[in-house]
């Protein structure tokens, strides 16, 4: 889990700030930000590493599943 700005941060930095927070354990190959801040006071980043290797570090340190190839973390409001 990380904890941000929801409400204040686009998803366009939302995806800036967990590209760096994912690239400490590794190459990141994709990312993805599933937020509906109407309804949820959290949103979703699905993460994808160039290695199971460091999928498994990101998993370890930030996530909260793994779907297929990518690392599911909650991203929730500080």
Do not use: K, P
């Amino acid at each position: 889990m990380i904890t941000l700005d929801l409400a204040h941060l686009s998803r366009e930095a939302l995806e800036g700030i967990v590209r760096e927070r994912c690239a400490q354990y590794g190459a990141v190959v994709h990312i993805v930000i599933i937020q509906d801040s109407q309804t949820y006071n959290f949103a979703l980043a699905s993460v994808e590493m160039a290695t199971a290797d460091q999928r498994q570090a990101v998993l370890r340190h930030l996530g909260d599943s793994v779907v297929d190839d990518a690392v599911v973390i909650r991203l929730e409001q500080a």
